[in-house]
């Protein structure tokens, strides 16, 4: 009955910036770690950020690092990815996850709900 649901993908210019949302029903999200990962096509699921239940700790994948934030908003039960300085790089479907514990990870399988998927693309 969990559903995340991203949204704020789109198609941008190098350098620009877009903002992802990732609102959650069924569950709420306290007590649980969030994080963000994406797929690019051909290529395997990587880590990109993740943010403790608490908000006070966050990391980062070295390639998003200085640009990209993560946040999250409990009352909405809603993660964020600010994504800045964007480049062509970083065009893939990006998921929003739900963490198996109150810990932040950069794993795979410390997550145990997804969402499907919300398209990047940044163009030259």
């Known amino acids: 009955q969990v559903q995340l649901v991203e949204s704020g993908g789109g198609l941008v210019q190098a350098g620009g910036s877009l903002r992802l949302s990732c609102a959650a029903s069924?569950?709420?999200?306290?007590?649980?770690?969030l994080g963000w990962f994406r797929q690019a096509s051909g290529k395997n699921r990587e880590f990109v950020a993740t943010?403790?239940?608490?908000?006070?700790?966050?990391y980062y994948a070295d390639s998003v690092k200085g640009r990209f934030t993560i946040s999250r908003d409990n009352a909405e039960n809603t993660v964020y990815l600010q994504m800045n300085s964007l480049k062509p790089e970083d065009t893939a479907t990006y998921y929003c996850?739900?963490?198996?514990?109150?810990?932040?990870?950069?794993?795979?399988?410390?997550?145990?709900?997804w969402g499907q998927g919300t398209q990047v693309t940044v163009s030259s």
């Open positions: 943010i403790s239940w608490t908000g006070s700790t966050t």
């Open positions: 069924g569950r709420t999200f306290s007590g649980v770690a």
């Open positions: 996850a739900v963490g198996r514990t109150y810990r932040s990870s950069n794993l795979y399988n410390d997550y145990i709900y």
